[in-house]
């Protein structure tokens, strides 16, 4: 909005400059072109909220030519200001289709106002080398637009690819801890079972020290083995794995694009699990409220560590038009939970991105 803003307040400038020119030059049609001014700038200050900016675009220009025609007979050209301004802005804001036809049109009503016009053969090849120009110039600017959306199309195609690469290595994965899992269970845990209770026959037979000291070797192996069968057995949904499933899980079903982004020793970091809990709710909890308010469907999450070892997490988007914003209930919440796992909460906005930023300790755990 601010770029806009600044457009039309150049936009008026050059307008200005054009009253003034033929205010000094004591042009007799002075009022038509104030009504003239007046007209462009309405018209120029609803492009932002038409859908056919063309038609728009094709109004100033032919405000702009009726003006300076006006004046040409007093050889003030400070109109020529306004039509390149017009002219770069299309460049930028119109499609090649629409940019051709605006260039048509202008060519055209150029050509009708040079015939009347002294040297109409050099105002001729002035417009048509400017033409070229900006045809050229247009064509050129979108051409690098199309291939940069085509290159964020095939960037989020590949994120996709390399989520579902990852999502059935890690399913493949599980499997195997899973069938591990089993063959021990069924062969080690059913030996040790079996070898328990030969020692227990034998103890009953014979009351020797040496059978109850294996007995309770045996006991703790056959304890491990089961704390090493569950240990197999557990999802690993826990810590950054479970934030990335989220990620996973809200791209598939919102179409936002997240930058994850994780810096040195953040992927060994152990936290308890009330921290890995406030850690997921956090990051859910920013990329729910970015996707109600941002008008962009890019987030950006970092994760990372401080100087002091703790663990420090950043969520930001970006935001067309900084307002004043209010912490509802969502954000509150998020902050105290961050509190009460003994971190801190920071949320802010700057001129063009909303920032949630946190930290929790995890020193003593490392």
């Known amino acids: 909005m601010k770029a806009f803003l600044f457009r039309v307040f150049v936009f008026a400038v050059l307008w200005t400059y054009f009253l003034f020119s033929a205010f000094l030059d004591h042009s007799a049609h002075l009022t038509l072109l104030v009504f003239l001014s007046a007209c462009t700038i309405g018209c120029y200050f609803f492009l932002p909220v038409v859908k056919n900016t063309l038609l728009l675009y094709i109004i100033v220009d032919l405000f702009i030519l009726s003006a300076g025609w006006l004046q040409s007979a007093a050889g003030n050209h400070a109109s020529l200001l306004l039509i390149l301004y017009l002219y770069v802005e299309a ?46 110039l247009n064509e050129y600017i979108f051409e690098r637009k199309e291939q940069r959306e085509l290159y964020e199309q095939l960037l989020g195609e590949y994120r996709g690819l390399k989520r579902i690469s990852y999502e059935n290595e890690r399913s493949a994965r599980l499997e195997e801890r899973t069938r591990i899992a089993r063959d021990i269970h069924d062969s080690v845990g059913h030996k040790l079972t079996a070898l328990l209770m030969q020692l227990e026959m034998l103890s009953i037979k014979e009351k020797r020290k040496e059978y109850e000291e294996l ?50 020793g953040v992927l060994s970091a152990r936290l308890t699990n009330q921290q890995n809990v406030v850690l997921y709710r956090v990051i859910q909890e920013a990329l729910t409220n970015a996707m109600r ?74």
């Open 91 to 136: 460049i930028f804001q119109l499609k090649k289709q629409h940019f051709r036809l605006f260039a048509v049109i202008h060519v055209s009503v150029s050509i009708l106002i040079a015939l009347f016009l002294p040297n109409p053969f050099e105002w001729l090849t002035a417009f048509a080398i400017f033409t070229f120009i900006s045809v050229v």
């Open 215 to 264: 007995k309770s070797l045996v006991r703790e192996s056959l304890e491990e083995t089961r704390h090493a069968v569950r240990a197999l057995k557990m999802d690993e949904s826990e810590g950054i794995s479970s934030v990335l499933q989220l990620i996973r899980k809200l791209e598939s079903e919102s179409h936002i694009m997240v930058h994850f982004t994780t810096k040195q």
């Open 293 to 366: 308010h941002a008008q962009s469907r890019e987030v950006y999450i970092i994760l990372g560590k401080n100087a002091i070892g703790d663990l420090e997490f950043t969520i930001k988007n970006r935001i067309s038009d900084a307002k004043p914003f209010q912490k509802g209930f969502g954000l509150t919440n998020m902050k105290e939970r961050v509190k009460e796992a003994g971190g801190s909460l920071n949320i802010f906005q700057t001129n063009d991105e909303f920032v949630v930023h946190g930290t929790l300790p995890i020193k003593e755990y490392e």
